[in-house]
C-alpha cells in the first residue's frame, strides 16, 4: 500500500537495528527492518552457548516478538545484496524496496586476513551457527578422544587453540579450560587432566591491550591457574586440517578456534564510499556517509571518529547509542547543518575469564575477581532482551556454578565435525 509518511529502512537486526527501531517508533513513520536471520542475537554471551552452558534459545529471540508492539515496524526476512543510493533502493535476494532514509547496521564477520581457507578448520564466532560448530567440534572431540585414546591422534583432539587475546579469545580460553579441564574428565574415564591442552595465542605483547597492563597481567595469570598456555608475540602463519604454526612452531590440534579480527559486512562496498583495512564505512561525524545525508552506518560495520579524535569501539553500547542518534536526526529531519556531532559515551569494559573471575575497567575505576565478575553477570543478565531469557540464564548460571555441570551438552548436527579423519584400529 503506498503512504505518504517517510519510509525508513533499517538493514540489521542487531544491537544497532533494533535499537533504532525502537526508538523510532513513537515517530510518523514507515520502519522496515531486514534482517537475514528471525533473529536477535545476543553477542556476549555467545561464547557459552560454545562452551555448552547455555542453549541457543537464551541468548536468542525473536525479531518479531521484540518489536511486536511497534504497529510501524515491519520485519522482513530477507538477506540485503547490495544497496543503490542514486535510486534510493536496497536489494534482497527476493526483491528490493526504496526508503526516505536508510540505516545500516549488519555488523561485521570475522575476517582471517586474506586466508579465508583458514575458516573451515578454525571457526569463528559471530553466530548461533558458528557458535553449535564450535560447541559440537568440542564435544566431539572428546568422544573420539575416548575412543582412540591409545593411538598417537588422541593429543590432537585434546588439544584446543584459540587465536587472539582480545575480550572474546580470553572468554572463550577460560571457558574451555574449565570445561575441558574439569566438567568432561568427569565423563571421560580415560582421558586426565594433563592430557588437555588450552593454548591462546596472541600476536600483540599482552592479551586484553585495551584494558590497563595490570587488568592484562592479571588475566594471563588468571588463565594460568586455569591451566592455559598463553603464548605473545606470536603469529599464526598457517592453519591447516589438524596443526596451525605459531611461528615457528608447529602444534597439533583439531580443535582451533578464531578470535583475532573482523571485516565488516560486504554489502558496504556498493555504497562506492571509502572504507578503512577491516572493510568499515568511514562515516562522518554525523555517521551519514559522503554524499547521502540520509543513509546512515551504524555499530560495528561504521568507523567513526569522535570530535576528541577517539575511535568509538566496536561493542554493543556505542551501537545503541548511534542507534539513538540516528533515530533523532531522522525523527526531526534535521538537515545536515543542524546536526550535532555524535559523541560516544564511553560506559567501561569488561572481559570475563572464568567462572568468579572477571576484569572491569570504568574510567580510572579498575576492578577484578569476584566483584568484576559480578558486576559483569548482573550487566548481561539486565541487558538481555527478554525477561524469560533473563530468569533462564540466571537459573543456568546459578545451576552450573553449584555443580560445575553445563546443561547443554548435546551433539545435535553432525558427527563430522572434526574434519571426519581416519584412524588406525586401536
Ligand atoms: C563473541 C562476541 C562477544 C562480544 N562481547 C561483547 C561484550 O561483552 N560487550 C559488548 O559491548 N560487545 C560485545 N561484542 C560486540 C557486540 O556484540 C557488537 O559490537 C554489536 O553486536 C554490534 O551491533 P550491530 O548492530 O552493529 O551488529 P550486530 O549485532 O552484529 O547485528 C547485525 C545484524 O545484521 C544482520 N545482517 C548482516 N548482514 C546482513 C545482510 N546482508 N542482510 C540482512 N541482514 C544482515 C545480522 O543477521 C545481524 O542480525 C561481542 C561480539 C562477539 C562476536
Known sequence: MQTSIPRIIIIGGGFGGIQAAKSLSRSKVQVY????????LFQPLLYQV??????PGEIAVPIRSVLSKYRNVSIIMDEVTSIDTN??????????LEYDWLIVAPGSRHSYFGNEQWEQYAPGLKSLSDALKIRENI????????KFYHTSDAHKYLTFIIVGGGPTGVEMAGAIAEIARKTMLRDFPLIKKSDVRVILVESGTRLLSSFSEELSEYTKNALNSLGVEVLTGIRI??????????????IDAKNIIWAAGNSASPILKSLNIPLDRSGRAIVNQDLSIGGCDNVFVIGDAAKHTNPNGSETPG?????IQQAKYVAKVIA?????SERPPFRYFDKGSMATIGKAKAVAMVGSFKSKGLFAWLMWSFIHVFFLIDFRNRFRVMLEWI???LTNRPGARLIIYSKKTVHDIKHDKQ
Open 332 to 336: 526531526k529531519s534535521l538537515p545536515t
Open 315 to 319: 561493542i554493543a553500547p556505542a551501537a
Open 87 to 96: 535510486r534510493r533502493t536496497v536489494l534482497m535476494t527476493n526483491g528490493s
Open 237 to 250: 602463519n598457517h592453519v591447516a586440517q589438524d596443526y596451525v604454526m605459531a611461528g615457528n612452531q608447529k
Open 139 to 146: 564435544l566431539y572431540s572428546f568422544e573420539l578422544a575416548e
Open 399 to 401: 545451576w552450573y556454578y
Open 50 to 55: 560454545a562452551s555448552s552452558a547455555l542453549s
Open 33 to 40: 527492518l531486514i534482517d537475514r536471520n528471525n533473529h536477535h
